[in-house]
């Protein structure tokens, strides 16, 4: 059996995505989180994705780990903003943003 080639090369962005795509999680809550967690960078700036990091999905509210309070306090200070980038990238279902700091990127508790 032999592959078919493409006529050009993929781009290695191209590349991470497609194999994002295919070792994602098959739940939707996890497949959303990862999908943001791919789209965080763009959503806050590359200095708060460096100290910041989304860590789960819950009832709509997206649980963000920080190395920092000052972190967290400029996350929830910019909550507003930070959910309509989010669901201008395509994750509608965010209502709201809890931000922790010295959080140890786990996963929020379900009650």
Same mark, same amino acid.
Do not use: K
């Given at each position: 059996?032999s592959?078919?080639?493409?006529?050009?090369?993929?781009? %290695?962005?191209?590349?991470?995505?497609?194999?994002?795509?295919?070792?994602? %999680?098959?739940?939707a809550?996890?497949?959303?989180?990862?999908?943001?967690?791919?789209?965080? %960078?763009?959503?806050?700036?590359?200095a708060i994705?460096g100290?910041a990091?989304?860590?789960?999905?819950?009832?709509?509210?997206?649980?963000v780990?920080?190395?920092?309070a000052?972190?967290?306090?400029?996350?929830q200070?910019?909550?507003?903003?930070v959910?309509a980038?989010?669901r201008?990238?395509?994750?509608?279902?965010?209502?709201?943003?809890?931000?922790?700091s010295?959080?140890?990127?786990?996963? %929020?508790?379900r009650?």
């Open positions: 059996m592959r078919r080639r493409r006529s050009t090369p993929r781009t %290695p962005g191209d590349a991470l995505d497609g194999l994002l795509d295919a070792i994602a %999680p098959e739940d809550e996890d497949l959303g989180l990862a999908r943001i967690q791919r789209a965080w %960078p763009g959503a806050v700036g590359e994705a100290a990091r989304p860590v789960a999905v819950v009832d709509g509210v997206l649980h780990a920080c190395q920092e000052t972190w967290a306090h400029e996350i200070m910019l909550e507003a903003t959910i980038r989010i201008d990238a395509g994750f509608g279902d965010i209502r709201a943003i809890r931000a922790r010295g959080a140890t990127g786990s996963a %929020p508790r009650r």
